[in-house]
């Protein structure tokens, strides 16, 4: 028998499985957005462009300017990557998370094995690029797999038939 602690303990992490689930699903919806309208943002591009050169043609040595061109210009190839990347990520990952918010028992598994992929690539990432970032969604991945793995444990020990 369990305990009224042990049972609040358990409800609380059952709360942050499903916060974190709903948060994932946002993410995931957000890049499979982006994925889709990422080939058609040059003319946005074009215009971000065109303010930072006006400030760079101001000033030269500006940090942020600087940087913030470098970054924002994609050559189509790069476009067509990420949006099949942000696209693919998203779908996949939105898949997973309505097979966890339905208690899909397929999905627990799946999702570990997945997010332990994500983990690999941007493990890979991080030790080219170095940004912090990068760890950041590490931890949150590997927290999120932790909460997953526990959840999976639960509904494997309350439904031992399935």
């Keep these: 028998m369990t305990s009224e602690r042990e049972q609040a303990r358990e409800r609380g992490i059952h709360e942050v499985f499903e916060i974190s689930i709903v948060l ?3 993410g995931a919806l957000v890049e499979t957005l982006l994925g889709v309208f990422l080939p058609y943002s040059t003319g946005t591009l074009d215009l971000i462009r065109a303010l930072l050169q006006n400030e760079l043609i101001d000033d030269p040595e500006d940090f942020f300017a600087s940087h913030l061109f470098s970054l924002i210009n994609p050559s189509p190839e790069a476009l067509q990557f990420g949006s099949l990347y942000l696209l693919s990520h ?3 990952k939105l898949i997973l998370i309505v097979g966890l918010m ?4 397929w999905a627990y598994p799946a ?3 997945i997010f332990t992929l994500f983990i690999a690539y941007q493990s890979v990432r991080y030790l080219r690029t170095h940004s912090l970032w ?3 969604l590490n931890i949150v ?3 999120v797999i932790w909460l997953i793995w526990h ?3 639960r509904l494997r020990h309350k439904h031992p038939q399935t």
């Design 24 to 26: 994932k699903g946002i």
């Design 90 to 92: 998203g779908i996949v």
């Design 102 to 105: 339905r208690r899909k028992i």
């Design 111 to 113: 999702s570990i094995a």
């Design 134 to 136: 990068l760890l950041f």
């Design 141 to 143: 991945d590997l927290f």
């Design 151 to 153: 959840e999976y444990r």
